[in-house]
């Protein structure tokens, strides 16, 4: 597709749950990042994924927290036992990074996750 | 470490005025990229502008323009004639080749009629 797309746009969950936030980049980018957003703050940054390297993911803020990318296409954020605090936007951004155009136009965001856990 | 800095939490200007968003960063390269994305209330984050360290030209765009300071680790952000649908969260960020992007904890711009 022409944007990042993220799903579900929304998704309730109860205490205790998992969930999986899907990511599709831009086709061709071969970064692709993952951040939280909670209400009223700034981006948190969570992993990242750079081609076949492997993945930083010195922003995930627990062992709860996980992340695949098949390749340089769709990526997943798992929440295990997901709890109140887990609450927010999740934003999935991709980018050519190693090229120019990712420095010249930056990240592409999708439109996020919202996050709610009850 | 890199670290971004947006001082001002919460900005109201009212219709016409013009309004300065501060942004100040920390970083031990000597290349890197700062960016200015803006949010609107509808969530989604727009890119506006990047630089480089190299190069410090201020740059216009149409009511927007951008001072960048290397001397002072500034990238400021002044929108002029501020106009209602300027309202919105304004993130800057730092980032450079194959790193995550660092961005600051954002202004809230709120343009009053």
């Known amino acids: 597709g022409a944007g990042v797309s993220q799903s579900p746009s929304n998704k309730v969950t109860e205490k205790g749950k998992d969930v999986e936030l899907r990511c599709d980049p831009i086709?061709?980018?071969?970064?692709l990042y993952w951040y939280r957003q909670r209400l009223g703050q700034g981006l948190e940054f969570l992993i990242y994924?750079?081609?076949?390297?492997?993945?930083?993911k010195s922003g995930l803020p627990s062992d709860r927290f996980s992340a695949e990318r098949t390749g340089e296409s769709v990526s997943t954020l798992t929440i295990q036992r997901t709890q109140q605090e887990d609450s927010a936007v999740y934003l999935c951004a991709s980018s050519n990074s190693g090229t120019a155009s990712s420095l010249v136009y930056g990240y592409t965001f999708g439109s996020g996750t919202r996050l709610t856990v009850v | 470490a890199q670290k971004v800095t947006q001082a001002q939490t919460e900005i109201s200007v009212v219709e016409k005025e013009d309004v300065t968003l501060d942004c100040v960063y920390e970083?031990?390269?000597?290349?890197?990229?700062l960016f200015w994305y803006k949010q609107p209330p509808s969530g989604e984050l727009v890119f506006l502008i990047r630089?480089?360290?190299?190069?410090?030209q201020n740059e216009i765009s149409g009511r927007y323009s951008w001072n960048f300071q290397k001397s002072t680790s500034s990238f400021n952000f002044t929108i002029t004639a501020s106009q209602v649908v300027d309202s919105a969260v304004y993130f800057c960020?730092?980032?450079?080749?194959?790193?995550?992007?660092?961005f600051g904890p954002g202004t809230r711009l709120s343009v009053l009629p």
């Open positions: 960020a730092l980032g450079n080749y194959g790193q995550n992007f660092v």
């Open positions: 970083t031990r390269d000597t290349t890197y990229y």
């Open positions: 630089r480089n360290s190299f190069d410090e």
């Open positions: 086709s061709g980018h071969t970064a």
């Open positions: 994924f750079q081609g076949n390297s492997a993945p930083d």
